[in-house]
């Protein structure tokens, strides 16, 4: 036979690609050559060219500083759980992971980026330590005295979550996902969740697994946040939650023209009535415009708890069944853009609530956010690398920094990295979003 040939058609868009392809087929009698439909899936990269019209370069700057915050925590608080706060360098690196920090760099030169937080020294026999800064230590007790003053905010946030929950309660598997979200403290599992008895309670099920229990439902708990900025509904009133009929606040990228183009059908998306996140919800079919709208109010709920009214997309996933949300969360994101910001940064998503944010700035600082600020200012060293002295030499040292960083008020300097891990908490369940269904999240938000 001939030289073979291939006959390519394309057919749709760039996003859909279709070869017909030639196969040998002679055992049964048919032509050499047959249609055999291929799809090209596209790549990840491609998946964030074709976001690039919603991009809001504020908000990336935003994902970029808390990650930044988030790994610097990490860090302190493993060393805060060693003994005298001090731990080998080497045994740092098992939790490279956690910070993302890929091959070859060192971890040391990582721990270096912060000098005014962590010092490090070599022993008598060359081994190089690290430790927390009189400065680290310092913010690290001023962190726990926030953590406690939280206490009784994040006992309410809590429980609404569970008052959401179609069950009225959630695996603490689960909720250990948030702990920094909602400002947790570090033994949340262990003594937090029994200071609140009045709230819930902890249950356990035959296979050993925890969970968190509803005890008592709270009707002042039951108001949306939506509700008391738009109705200005207190606690203090009467309230039974029911059908809602609010216009969630939109904010759409600058750059993001199709907005003209749908202003109509957003209108009639604002004007849909919708089951209150914390109603009854087994009656909802699952696909109807009432049940996406619910899983939009119930999302726009959970993320108004949330310290930096930001959450990684795989930590909302966790629990679709408990909230009763759709399976593909990330299409309500990119179709409701004006809602939500989804930045691709890293190996997760995370999801913004857009109202929460001016440029790159939060509307509203809690007092534990305006700390991650603070600590922020203590990060980002980007001076050249030094020798670092043997424990003899820090002794003569005195009063000096072991790794002095200049002027002593540098601000952080963002740079964006490949491949962050998005939070730096250690879990147990730890996949990613899958990026197929991102790619057809984007291709189906395109047609709208």
Known sequence: MGGLRCWLQFYGNAHNLFAIMPERNVLYGESSFRRIWVRFMTSSKRVQDRSREKRVQELEIATEKWKIASKVIFLMEVLKGERDMIMTVRSLEQYRRQINLPKPHKISDFIRKSPKLFELYKDQRGVLWCGLTEQGEDLLEEHEKLLEENGDKAAEHVTRCLMMSVDKKL???????????????????????HKFPQHFKVGKLADGEEYLELVSWNPAWAITELEKKTLGITEDCEHK?????LAFPMKFPPSYKKMYRYRGKIEHFQKRSYLSPYADAHGLEAGSKEFDKRAIAVMHELLSFTLE???????????????????????IFLKHCGIFYVSERGKRFSVFLTEGYEGPELIEKCPLILWKEKLLKFTGYRGRKRDIPTYSDTLDMEEKELLESGSGNEDLRVGFEKDDD???????DDDE???????????ENSKV
């Open 171 to 193: 695996p603490l598997d689960k909720i250990v996902h948030f702990r920094r979200d909602f400002g947790l403290p570090l033994d949340f599992r262990i003594n937090w969740v």
């Open 241 to 245: 939650p029911g059908m809602l009929s």
């Open 309 to 331: 009214k930001r959450l990684v997309t795989d930590h909302l996933t966790h629990f679709r069944r408990e909230f009763v949300m759709p399976q593909k969360l990330m299409r």
């Open 422 to 428: 998005d939070d730096g908490v250690v879990t147990d």
């Open 433 to 443: 979003m899958d990026i197929g269904e991102v790619n057809d999240a984007y291709e």
